[in-house]
């Protein structure tokens, strides 16, 4: 893609002309610079001299920053040194919003709180990434896994006794959604008032949310939810079944007109036939023995085979798929769901793009992933530093050695 042909689309996007200066790092933060930068702000991602620590995580951590820092742009800074820190200052005081997601009390070390900022700029929208709102936990670490554990979703994911935590990051991913919609918000009150806001996102408070189905169910019902291995189903055909050769399938039918289409395509007339079984209450009563009568005939049937007949009796399915296999996925590739992405050393992976279309558009990569401090000589030419102090400035914010 040419410069003209990058600049033109960003200019068509919601968000042009707006300035974000990222200072956060793992997950959250770096999802809401993601998000505002895919609407098409400028997203200039600030990073010590070593660059983001996330770059270098292993293990489950490994596509952390491929994932969510495309459509940046990234400068190296010292910020333990006073020009280091003056040169950020300066570049915070260009920007529309600015974003963080580091302990309490660091930014305010560093005078970038946001009273210290709001007296620069009262049009600023600063969004800060946090464990715990404001309250009794505000000043303890958080995790995920933490919150999963104290909001009830590690509980209601589990077997009894046993908390699991979900299998992705899904607090800091919905924290630094939540964080990018306050942005939106704010952004949108401050064209009639002129001025900014502060926008806090916490990662407790996210699961808490996740949680509040199973509250009020207790609340309305005066029962407590159970796990999810462990539920009540309110259907009766809703499960995981294995298939031929061990192939498993998500199966449901909530409704009776599925329940008969289930019938007719697994050939069983004697289900319809048979009185226990003629309303879904009905059928719940039952379970334990239709699951298992309904496994039988299951079990000698290919899921190639049944797929399309499924989706010609709208009935609820869903092969169990291992996220690797997600890149092979049809409906993604043929929808325009996958993008290719360039990342910091040229190479190129195929990644999932924001789940929302505009005017049946999805939202693009712009720009591949940007090496550690590839744009810092061009922002702080804009920010009128001469080319001495910007030799000064790389040079002190050259990687060092470990």
């Known amino acids: ?26 997950v959250m933060g770096p999802t809401c610079g993601m998000i505002l930068g895919d609407l098409g702000a400028e997203v200039i991602k600030v990073e010590p001299p070593r660059g983001d620590g996330t770059r270098r995580l292993l293990g489950t951590g490994a596509g952390f920053f491929s994932t969510f820092n495309r459509n940046k742009k990234s400068i190296a800074l010292d910020l333990d040194t006073e020009a280091g820190l003056g040169a950020l200052h300066k570049l915070v005081d260009t920007a529309d919003v600015f974003i963080e997601n580091f302990k309490p009390g660091r930014m305010a070390t560093l005078g970038l709180d946001y009273e210290s900022l709001k007296a620069r700029d009262p049009g600023l929208i600063y969004v800060s990434h946090k464990g715990f709102l404001n309250g009794p936990y505000e000043h303890r670490l958080a995790l995920d896994e933490v919150v999963q554990m104290m909001a009830g979703l590690a509980y209601m994911t589990g077997p009894v006794g046993r908390p699991l935590r979900a299998g992705s990051s899904v607090n800091d991913i919905m924290g630094g959604m939540f964080g990018a919609i306050g942005v939106l918000a704010a952004l949108f009150e401050r064209k009639s008032t002129g001025i900014g806001k502060e926008v806090q996102s916490a990662l407790f408070e996210n699961c808490v949310l996740l949680s509040a189905q199973h509250m009020q169910q207790f609340a309305a019902t005066g029962v407590a939810a159970a796990p999810m291995p462990e539920r009540i189903s309110a259907w009766a055909v809703y499960d995981v079944f294995t298939l031929a050769g061990g192939e498993q399938m998500f199966i449901a039918a909530t409704g009776d007109t599925q329940w008969r289409a289930l019938c007719a395509i697994l050939d069983r ?16 009563m039952v379970r334990p023995w239709l ?31 291992k996220p690797e296999d997600l890149f092979e996925d049809k409906h993604l590739i043929e ?26 558009e999805r939202l693009q990569p712009r720009q591949p992933i940007a090496k550690v401090g590839e744009h810092t ?6 920010l009128r530093y001469g080319e001495t102090q910007i030799d000064e400035l790389t040079a002190a914010s050259h990687p060092k050695a470990a």
């Open 269 to 284: 007339p004697d289900l319809l036939e048979d009185p226990r079984l003629a309303t879904n209450n009905d059928r719940v």
């Open 335 to 360: 929808s325009g769901g996958l993008a290719t992405l360039t990342l910091d050393d040229g190479t190129e992976t195929a990644m999932p793009l924001l789940p929302i279309s505009m005017n049946g």
């Open 377 to 382: 000589a061009d922002v702080l030419r804009e």
């Open 291 to 321: 699951l298992q009568t309904l496994g039988e005939t299951l079990k000698q049937l290919d899921g190639s085979a049944l797929i399309p007949q499924f989706e010609r009796g709208h009935i609820p399915f869903a092969s169990i798929t």
């Open 1 to 26: 893609m040419n410069a003209s042909t990058s600049s033109a689309q960003t200019s068509a996007l919601p968000l042009a002309g707006i300035r974000v200066v990222e200072l956060s790092h793992m």
